[in-house]
C-alpha cells in the first residue's frame, strides 16, 4: 500500500479552534402586561442586546482535556452551545476537526414528549447510527443513566437531574471525537460522579478531545491539564490548571 500524505503534518493537529468568537443574544422586550405597555409595543421595539461571549480565541488539540470554569453567568454553556451547534456565533471563526457529541438538553436535541427511549433513537439516528446500532447500545445507555424505571415516560416528566443523566450517557455512547460536559458531575450521588469520571477517563485513554464545565475545582484539576476561565464573557485566563484555578479562586476570594 503506498503511504499517504499525513494532512495535519504541516502544522499542529486541530480539534477545535475558536477566532474572535463573540456571541450577542437579542432580548426583545414585549410588555403588555399593563396598557402602557400594551400602547409601547407599537411603538418601535427596543432591543436589549447581551454579549454572552467576546472575542474568544482558542485553541485545543486533539486528545486534550480542557476544563472551562467561570461564575454563572460567564459564557460557559453557550461557548458549548456553539461548539455543538446549538447557537451560531454572531461574529468570529470557529473550526471544529471530528465528530462533536451532542450537548442533549430539552430544546436541544432531546424533546419532551417523547420517552426515554424514543430520545435515545432519536437523536442516535439524527448522529448518525444506525437504528441497529443504536438498539445494541440502548441497554448500556438506560443503565449508565440508572433510568430503567423511566425509560418509557415522556422526558417532560424528568427531573434536571434525570435529563442530564440521560444527556450524558447518550454523549457517551456515539462514539464523539469531542465530547462536551456540562456540569453533569454536579448531578447525582458520589457513585454516578464516579461513574462519569471513569468514562472521561476512558475517552482520555482513547485520546478523544474532552471540553468540560465544572464549578468543582477539585475535580477539574483532578481530570483537565489545562483550564479555560470565561469572566462576562471574556477569557480571563487560558493555561495549565493549578495556576489558573488559583487565579480564579483568588479573584473570587476578593470579590467576596
Ligand atoms: N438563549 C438565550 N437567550 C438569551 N440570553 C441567553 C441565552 N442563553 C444564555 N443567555 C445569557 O448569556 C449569558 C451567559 O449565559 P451562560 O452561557 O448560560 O452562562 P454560564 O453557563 O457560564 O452560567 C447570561 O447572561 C445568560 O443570561
Ligand atoms: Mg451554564
Same mark, same amino acid.
Request: a positive charge; charged letters at 20%.
Given at each position: ?20 468568537? *463573540? ?5 426583545? #422586550?414585549?410588555?403588555? &402586561?399593563? =396598557?402602557?405597555? @400594551?400602547?409601547?409595543? $407599537?411603538? +418601535? ?44 456565533? *454572531? ?5 471544529? #476537526?471530528?465528530?462533536? &457529541?451532542? =450537548?442533549?438538553? @430539552?430544546?436541544?436535541? $432531546?424533546? +419532551? ?55 450524558? &450517557? ?66 480571563? &485566563? ?19
Amino acid at each position: 500500500m503506498v503511504p499517504t500524505s499525513n494532512p495535519t503534518a504541516t502544522g499542529t493537529p486541530v480539534a477545535i479552534r475558536a477566532e474572535n468568537l *463573540t456571541k450577542e443574544f437579542r432580548l426583545a #422586550h414585549h410588555a403588555y &402586561a399593563s =396598557l402602557k405597555g @400594551l400602547l409601547l409595543s $407599537f411603538l +418601535p421595539k427596543r432591543v436589549e442586546r447581551l454579549t454572552a461571549l467576546q472575542s474568544i480565541s482558542f485553541t485545543i488539540r486533539p486528545g486534550e482535556t480542557v476544563g472551562l470554569i467561570g461564575r454563572n453567568g460567564s459564557g460557559k454553556s453557550t461557548l458549548l452551545g456553539i461548539i455543538a451547534r446549538v447557537y451560531r456565533p *454572531t461574529s468570529g471563526r470557529l473550526e471544529i #476537526h471530528g465528530r462533536v &457529541a451532542p =450537548l442533549l438538553e @430539552l430544546g436541544a436535541g $432531546f424533546h +419532551p414528549d417523547l420517552t426515554g427511549l424514543e430520545n435515545i433513537y432519536f437523536n442516535g439516528v439524527i448522529l448518525g447510527l444506525t437504528r441497529r446500532q443504536v438498539a445494541e447500545r440502548v441497554a448500556a445507555i438506560v443503565q449508565f443513566a440508572e433510568l430503567e424505571g423511566y425509560i418509557d415516560a415522556p422526558i417532560r416528566t424528568y427531573s434536571s437531574g434525570m435529563l442530564m443523566r440521560l444527556g450524558f &450517557a447518550v454523549a457517551a455512547h456515539v462514539d464523539a471525537d469531542i465530547l462536551l460536559v456540562d456540569e453533569v458531575l454536579a448531578v447525582g450521588d458520589a457513585r454516578f460522579q464516579q461513574k462519569c469520571y471513569d468514562k472521561i477517563q476512558q475517552f482520555q485513554r482513547e485520546g478523544r478531545t474532552i471540553l468540560f464545565v465544572s464549578h468543582d475545582m477539585d475535580a477539574i484539576q483532578r481530570v483537565a491539564q489545562r483550564v479555560l476561565w470565561l469572566d462576562k464573557g471574556v477569557l480571563r &485566563a487560558d493555561g495549565d490548571a493549578p495556576s489558573v484555578v488559583q487565579a480564579y479562586l483568588n479573584s473570587v476570594q476578593e470579590s467576596l
